[in-house]
Structures are given as structure tokens and as C-alpha cells.
């Protein structure tokens, strides 16, 4: 952090008033070099005004009220107000007991100057910054107004610093310029710190301890390369951040009860980032970035923790991390070009995530999105639109999970793991359809669904539309169910089902056209009693080479059903249990085969050819 120097000026003025009820200086100073040191104490209304025109200015006020024991002690209104312009500096200490007393600083100052020094040289004359205004109050009723101004294109350099120990604390800082930098320190009761900054490489540092946090700093419209950090500790803490430009960096941070924080960067800016933490209770951030290169990074811990993030551009990262509560998360990515990346992390509670990335052009869009949910009442839906290379990762574990995830075009890839009871996982993966609705096959090749679930009553459904499509689902537990719809060439299923009873398997796969051999479907299903598996293949027009297989063991009561049309195809089904029933239907004009084999008593088995 940048510190204050004092020069040493040529003309000094000291004013000090002690034991009077209604203290009163003003000072109009003009030229190079002046300085006024004014001291009021125990006064019950101090009243300052400094006008000081020149370069080289220095002013130093310093109030205090009636020691503790006075009997009028509570009652003080002291109030500075100071106006510089020129190279200048201004310090201002309030000190109060504690009660009703009103203690009030402004300070207001302009430069039209150049710097005249390097902020890197220790040298104790040096003046680092044009203009320099630092205000520290302690007790009482505090308010603080700290103003710096610069007009045209020259360098600022002002540095403001406010601080403020105890009660209704309230601190304004506003710069105009390069290179600003501001601190605000609040310590205690009621704190609210307003900063407002308007150029490049502009610094805020808010700091705010205790009770009732509210901060709110603008950054330079325009503005290039600007920080903003922000430190809220404990209490009703409220952060809003907002910078427009490129290169911002914004750093939130709560601890403690009812957080909030929202962050907005730059309109089209480039490589912004924005890191917000916050713990306990009522958690609740929204960042927003407009540009290219952005990065968030959320991090909530405890209650009602819900975050929302918006990027827009190209390469952006987002990673969100929530645990316990009422968790929920969303987070949008809209990305013209490749990068985008998505992971939010839930645990505990009634999660709830959707992650929608995508261009729906669908040119040259790669996202990755990554959610995993530990815990109860967990939600989770991706969609990503056009754009080949898409990657969707969900891992689920508790009660009560649900996945839609939706994929458009090529080389996507899906991947679903559920564990707990009634999960229900559903991927949609699809080619791209033109202005007419009708389906465009170019481009659009090896989607990937892969699906794992545990528990009772799982559902797991996969369509893909595509090239050579690939559809995996592992479930394991009672009354499972998997549905799979492949419209596609070169369409490879494969579905197992272990333990448990009543378990079903839905396989339909239709090709396109002489080219759509090599559709397959594999079943199995180990275990149980009841279980069902249903395979249909619908070839193109005299397309050749489906296969079909079912193999069902350890049980009774098993059915399986193929059903082909088209060349050359093969079915074949294998049961191991007593009274099962295996049934196959090929319609074709020739080249088709058949095997059946079962083992065990009162089983059933009929081919139509």
C-alpha cells in the first residue's frame, strides 16, 4: 500500500482553541509552499474551513471533544471542510467519545499538474502523489467525504485514504484520473463506504469489520487495468462491484451472516477476473462480465448460498464451490470461440445446478462443464448448444437426483453418475436442424452418453442424433430402467443391469440410409427376477449389418424381445432361469441369423423370420 508523505512548507498557521464552547477558524491561503496546522479540543462545536490555492499545500486538522467525564461530552458537532488546488495534501483527525456526537470531514482537491515524482523512489521530500487527502475518525457519528478531481488527460496520481474506529460509520471517496488510489478501513457499527473512481490503473481497498457492511466501488468507465478489493467481516454485509473496461481485477470477500455481493466487469472488455468468497448464512453472489477471457471464481460455505454467474465472450473459466444449505448455482457462458469452462461443486442439502454454455451458431465452440452434487434434493441441467467437442460431467450422490443434459452437433460427450434413490438421468444429443426444421448430417459425428446409476427406481434416457453415436448406461438396484434412441449411422449401444428385480432395457435404433451399417446393441442384465429387455432396429433402405444381443442370467420371469429390419443382421439372445420368454422378429430378403440359447425349465422362445 502507497503511504502519505509530508513536505516541508514555508508558511505554517496554528490555530488552537481549548475549553470553548463553539470553536471557529477559517484559513484562505494563496502561492507555493503553504501550510496550516489547526488543533480544536474540547470543544463542543469545532467549525474548520481551509482554501488553499497553490502547489505545495499542506493542511492538518485536528479535533477532539470533552474528555469522557464532562457532562456535555455527548453533545459535540465538529466539522472540517477543506478545498486544495495545486500539488496538495490534507490529513484530518476526529476523535469522540461515545454518544451523539457528529464529527464530519470533507476534503475537495484538484490538480492540473503532471507527476512530479515516481511512487518507487524513497525519498522522504518526494511528492508521490499530485494530491494527497487522508481523514481518521474515531467514535461517535462518522462521515467522511474525501473528493479528488482532475480534468483533461493528465496523470492524477491522488491517493484518499479514510479511516473510521467505531459507530455509524460512512465514508465517500470520489477520484478523477489515473492512477487513484483509495483506501477505506471501518471498524465497527453501522459501516457504509461509497467509492467511485474514473480512469486507469485505479486502486480501491475497502475494509469493513463488524456489523452493518454495506461498500459499493465504480471503477473508471473506459478504464484499463483497475483493482478492486473488498474485505467484509461478519454482520449484514453488502458488496457491489462494478468496472468497466479491460484487464479489471475484483476481489469480494464476507465472512459471516447476511453476505451478498455482486460484480460486474467491463462491457467487452478483455481478460477480466473476479474472485468472491463468502461464508455463512444468507450467501448470495451474481458476477457478470462482458468481454473475452474472463474468469470467477465463487466460493459460498453455509445456508442459503446461491450464485449466479454471466460471461460473454470467448475463453472464459467459472468455478463455483457451495457447501451446505440451500444451495443453488447458475452459471451461463455464451462462447464465439473455443475455451469456455464451467465447474460448480455442491454438497449438502437441496442442490440445484444449470449450466448453460454454448454458440448457438454452433462455429468453433469447445465448453466444458462440470458439476458434482453431494447431498439431498439434487438438480442438475446442462445444456450446451453448437459447437463441436462439448463435454458435459455430472456426478450426483443423495436423494432425490435428476440430470437433463443437452447437447447439440459433433464429438460431444456426456458423462452421468448417480447414486441414491429415484435418480433420473436424461441427455439429449442432437444434430443441428436448418431454418426448416429439417436435420443437417454434416459435421455431426461420435456424440458419447455414458450413464452410471445406484439405487431404486432409477431412470436413465439417452437420444443421440448422429454420426457413429456411442450410449453406455450401468445401473445397478431395483426396478431400474433404461431407454436409449439412436436415429444415426454406425450407432453403437450397450446397456447393463446388475442386481436386483424388475429391471427394464429399451433399445430403438433406426438408420438412414445404404450406409448405415453397423448398428449395435448389447444388453445384459445379471441378476433378479422380472427383468426386460426390448431391442428394435430399423435399418435405411436396404441397409446391412445390425446386431442385437440379450443376455439375461439368475433369475425367472425374463423376457427379451429383438425386433430387425434390413442385410445380414444378427439377434441372438441368451437366458439362464426358468419360465423366460425370448422372442425375435427379422423382416429381410436374406442373410439374416438367429441364436437363441436358454437354460432352465418352462422358457419360451419364438423367431419370426
Request: glycine share 12%.
Amino acid at each position: 500500500m502507497r503511504k502519505h508523505l509530508l513536505t516541508t512548507a514555508s508558511a505554517v498557521t496554528l490555530l488552537l482553541a481549548t475549553q470553548a464552547s463553539a470553536n471557529e477558524s477559517n484559513v484562505d491561503q494563496a502561492g507555493s509552499n503553504n501550510e496550516v496546522t489547526t488543533t480544536q479540543t474540547d470543544g463542543l462545536a469545532g467549525d474548520i474551513a481551509i482554501n488553499q490555492t497553490g502547489d505545495g499545500s499542506v493542511a492538518e486538522v485536528t479535533q477532539s471533544e470533552l474528555a469522557a467525564d464532562d457532562e456535555d461530552a455527548n453533545i459535540v458537532a465538529n466539522k472540517v471542510d477543506i478545498d486544495q488546488y495545486g500539488i496538495a495534501q490534507a490529513v484530518v483527525t476526529q476523535d469522540a467519545n461515545d454518544g451523539d456526537s457528529t464529527n464530519t470531514a470533507a476534503i475537495t482537491q484538484f490538480s492540473n499538474a503532471a507527476a512530479i515524482s515516481s511512487a518507487d523512489i524513497a525519498d522522504e521530500n518526494a511528492v508521490l502523489f499530485n494530491v494527497d487527502a487522508e481523514i481518521i475518525q474515531t467514535g461517535s457519528l462518522n462521515s467522511a467525504t474525501i473528493e479528488q478531481g482532475l480534468g483533461g488527460s493528465l496523470i492524477s496520481n491522488a491517493l484518499a485514504t479514510t479511516e473510521q474506529n467505531g459507530l455509524e460509520n460512512s465514508s465517500d471517496i470520489v477520484q478523477t484520473g489515473n492512477y487513484s488510489d483509495a483506501s477505506v478501513y471501518q471498524l465497527g457499527e453501522l459501516n457504509q463506504s461509497q467509492v467511485m473512481q474514473d480512469g486507469v490503473n485505479s486502486f480501491a481497498d475497502v475494509d469493513q469489520i463488524g456489523d452493518g457492511n454495506y461498500s459499493e466501488i465504480v471503477q473508471g468507465v473506459d478504464g484499463v487495468d483497475n483493482t478492486a478489493s473488498v474485505l467484509q467481516n461478519g454482520s449484514n454485509a453488502t458488496s457491489t462491484v462494478t468496472q468497466n473496461g479491460s484487464g479489471g481485477i475484483i476481489i469480494s470477500e464476507q465472512s459471516g451472516e447476511s453476505n451478498s455481493s455482486t460484480v460486474s466487469q467491463g462491457v467487452d472488455g478483455v481478460d477480466n477476473t473476479a474472485s468472491v468468497f463468502q461464508s455463512g448464512s444468507n450467501d448470495t453472489s451474481t458476477v457478470t462480465q462482458n468481454g473475452s477471457s474472463g474468469s470467477a471464481v465463487v466460493t459460498q460455505s453455509g445456508e442459503y448460498g446461491e450464485s449466479t454467474v454471466t460471461q460473454n465472450g470467448s475463453s472464459g473459466s467459472v468455478v463455483v464451490t457451495q457447501s451446505g444449505g440451500y444451495n443453488t448455482s447458475d452459471v451461463t457462458q455464451l462462447a464465439g470461440t473455443s475455451g469456455s469452462s464451467a465447474t460448480v461443486t455442491q454438497s449438502g442439502s437441496g442442490n440445484d445446478s444449470n449450466i448453460e454454455q454454448g454458440n448457438v451458431s454452433g462455429i468453433g465452440y469447445r465448453g466444458t462443464a462440470t458439476v458434482t452434487q453431494s447431498g439431498i434434493n439434487g438438480t442438475s441441467e446442462i445444456t450446451q448448444f453448437g459447437g463441436s467437442n462439448a463435454t458435459a460431467s455430472l456426478t450426483q450422490s443423495g436423494i432425490g437426483n435428476e440430470s437433463i443434459i443437452n447437447q447439440e452437433d459433433g464429438a460431444t460427450n456426456a458423462i452421468v453418475t448417480q447414486t441414491g434413490l429415484s435418480g433420473v438421468s436424461t441427455i439429449n444429443q442432437i444434430s443441428i436442424r436448418d431454418d426448416d426444421g429439417i436435420r443437417t448430417w454434416d459435421g455431426v459425428y461420435a456424440n458419447t452418453a455414458i450413464v452410471k446409476t445406484s439405487g431404486i427406481d432409477t431412470v436413465s434416457t439417452i437420444t443421440q442424433n448422429s454420426y457413429s453415436g456411442y450410449a453406455n448406461v450401468d445401473q445397478s438396484g431395483i426396478a431400474t430402467t433404461s431407454t436409449i434412441w439412436q436415429t444415426a449411422r454406425n450407432a453403437s449401444a450397450t446397456v447393463l443391469q446388475i442386481g436386483g428385480t424388475d429391471n427394464a432395457s429399451n433399445i430403438d435404433q433406426f438408420g438412414q440410409n445404404l450406409t448405415d451399417s453397423g448398428l449395435t446393441a448389447t444388453v445384459t442384465q445379471d441378476g433378479g427376477i422380472g427383468n426386460q429387455s426390448t431391442i428394435i432396429q430399423t435399418a435405411g433402405t436396404a441397409s446391412a449389418g445390425l446386431t442385437a444381443r440379450v443376455i439375461q442370467t439368475g433369475g425367472s420371469g425374463l423376457q427379451a424381445f429383438i425386433t430387425q429390419t434390413g442385410i445380414g443382421n444378427l439377434a441372438q439372445i441368451e437366458q439362464f432361469g426358468s419360465n423366460n420368454t425370448a422372442s425375435i422378429y427379422q423382416v429381410a430378403t436374406n442373410n439374416t441369423s438367429t441364436y437363441i440359447l436358454q437354460s432352465g425349465v418352462g422358457n419360451t422362445a419364438t423367431v419370426n423370420q
